[in-house]
């Protein structure tokens, strides 16, 4: 029979020396294979992910720069929390962690993101890039 059994606190490592002793009473033979995992970042990340896709479009568009040298030199394009994802984001965060969408991106992964797209378009455009939300900032 495979399980997994994840160990993520104190009480689920204890729980699983427990369960993996009572195993190997029992049938004398326990295969483990042990895997590490960045921790995946969390709701709370996601959603601030979005607010910042949202505030940098704002940011982007009140600043005079819209997508037309992305796309189309014609046409005035204005930035949106899902141009901005697909874009500025997401180029950064595939050169980076070598992931392709954010729902595979870690805890980590979105500090090093914002950091590294503010630096370029701080350097590239003078754009001053938002501040990643957080719950001190939430509602400015």
Not at 49 to 66: V, W
Not at 122 to 133: F, H, N, Q, R, S
């Amino acid at each position: 029979m495979r399980e997994s059994i994840i160990i993520n606190s104190l009480t689920a490592l204890s729980s699983a020396i427990t369960r993996i002793s009572n195993e190997w009473r029992e049938h004398k033979y326990i295969e483990i294979e042990v895997r590490h995992r960045a921790k995946q970042r969390t709701l709370t990340q996601n959603a601030a992910m979005h607010l910042f896709f949202t505030h940098l479009a704002a940011e982007l568009n009140a600043a005079g720069y819209d997508m037309r040298k992305t796309l189309k030199p014609e046409a005035e394009i204005p930035w949106t929390p899902a141009s901005v994802k697909v874009h500025l984001w997401r180029p950064i965060q595939e050169a980076l962690t070598a992931k392709k969408s954010t729902t595979e991106i870690t805890a980590v992964d979105p500090t090093v993101v914002h950091q590294t797209l503010a630096r370029h378009l701080g350097d590239k455009l003078g754009i001053v890039c938002p501040p990643w939300p957080s719950k001190e900032t939430r509602g400015r």
